[in-house]
């Protein structure tokens, strides 16, 4: 199972770092992913980071203000978001990617294991 946690209600230009923790598997053995998905909307890729670390891919409209990172040490992964907007508001999900490797696009079909999410609220 994976869990997240971290999410919260933040005003617009603050920053949120989320957290997702394995049980029942290694987390350091998968690429993990996060998606969102707003009120209304299709969940949309966020993040993908490698096993070790060594690479990852950010959703184009994201890039400079979220980033991902793991410390397998830890068994976490996490998503750290700064300049918060209202239109980040939205459940965040972390899965587990099923392939080796890491993907070269976020579709949620690629992930197996999906934790039961964590909502943030950005206000304005």
């Known amino acids: 199972q994976l869990a997240e946690s971290g999410g919260g209600s933040v005003q617009w230009g603050g920053s949120l770092r989320l957290s997702c923790t394995a049980s029942g598997f290694g987390l350091s053995t998968y690429a993990i992913g996060w998606f969102r998905q707003a009120p209304g909307k299709e969940r949309e890729g966020v993040a993908c980071?490698?096993?070790?670390?060594?690479?990852?891919i950010l959703a184009d409209s994201l890039k400079g203000r979220f980033s991902v990172s793991r410390d397998n040490a830890k068994n976490t992964v996490y998503l750290q978001m700064n300049s918060l907007k209202p239109e980040d508001t939205a459940i965040y999900y972390c899965?587990?990617?099923?392939?080796?490797?890491?993907?070269?696009?976020?579709?949620?079909?690629?992930?197996?294991?999906w934790g039961q999410g964590t909502q943030v609220t950005v206000s304005s």
């Open positions: 980071i490698s096993r070790s670390e060594g690479s990852s």
């Open positions: 899965a587990r990617y099923k392939f080796g490797g890491l993907p070269s696009a976020l579709v949620s079909s690629d992930y197996d294991y």
